[in-house]
């Protein structure tokens, strides 16, 4: 089974404080992808990464950046977060890269409370 | 633009009566599509997928959808609900050489007793 984890599943930050979010997946996938998910407005992309040290803007990426240095690891970053990056964040990863029909599987979430 | 709608954020059916949760999308070629339930306090679980092969696609936990060109839909039915169907479902649509998920908006499944 693919098991896709996040660092944490719970996170109360300040407004101005830098956040790292972690995502980890065990199954060697090239893709992974960071969205956010905010009620009625289903799950928007902010950065996604084909491989290593890659990584490509999605529709939402002000106020955010990536790192994947390795293979397994995607981190999100909040440079400094602000009261409308409350949200739950979504990490998820699939097979190969530049696959569109491969299945995303998601890590279970991370709900951010900025304050 | 890809695009995907998802008729009715919230649906409410009895347990054991049909549950049928609508998708449409809009797309300029035939995309890949999803369907993924989300439990609460979960991440989402894929419940099945077209990708342009049988038009009518079985997932798990005995829901099905079709695939309909014409009305460019892409409706998850199952035809008994049961309690633990009570969840997220989230419609998500693929577009070849776009490389990218888009989502719907999602809807509440509530079975009532």
């Known amino acids: 089974d693919v098991k896709v984890t996040q660092s944490s599943r719970y996170l109360v930050k300040r407004t101005g404080e830098k956040v790292f979010l972690e995502c980890v997946q065990d199954?060697?996938?090239?893709?992974m992808f960071w969205y956010r998910q905010d009620p009625g407005l289903g799950l928007r992309l902010i950065y996604f990464?084909?491989?290593?040290?890659?990584?490509e803007k999605g529709d939402i990426p002000e106020g955010y950046s990536v790192s994947r240095e390795k293979k397994e690891r995607f981190s999100l970053i909040l440079e400094s977060a602000s009261t409308n990056q409350t949200s739950m964040y979504l990490c998820?990863?699939?097979?190969?890269?530049?696959?569109?029909?491969?299945?995303?599987?998601f890590g279970p979430g991370t709900r951010l409370l900025v304050l | 633009a890809q695009s995907v709608t998802q008729l009715g954020s919230h649906v409410s059916v009895s347990e054991g009566a049909l549950v049928l949760l609508r998708c449409n999308y809009s797309?300029?070629?035939?995309?890949?599509l999803f369907w993924y339930v989300q439990y609460p306090n979960q991440g989402l679980q894929l419940l099945l997928k077209?990708?342009?092969?049988?038009?009518l696609v079985k997932g798990i936990n005995g829901f099905e959808a079709e695939f309909k060109k014409s009305e460019t839909s892409f409706h998850l039915t199952k035809p008994s609900a049961h309690m633990s169907d009570a969840a997220e479902y989230f419609c998500?649509?693929?577009?070849?050489?776009?490389?990218?998920?888009?989502f719907g908006s999602g809807t509440k499944l509530n079975v009532k007793p």
């Open positions: 998820a990863s699939s097979l190969r890269s530049r696959r569109p029909q491969e299945t995303q599987y």
């Open positions: 199954m060697d996938h090239e893709n």
């Open positions: 990464s084909y491989d290593v040290k890659m990584k």
């Open positions: 797309s300029s070629v035939p995309p890949y």
């Open positions: 077209y990708t342009s092969a049988a038009t």
């Open positions: 998500a649509v693929v577009v070849p050489n776009f490389n990218k998920f888009y």
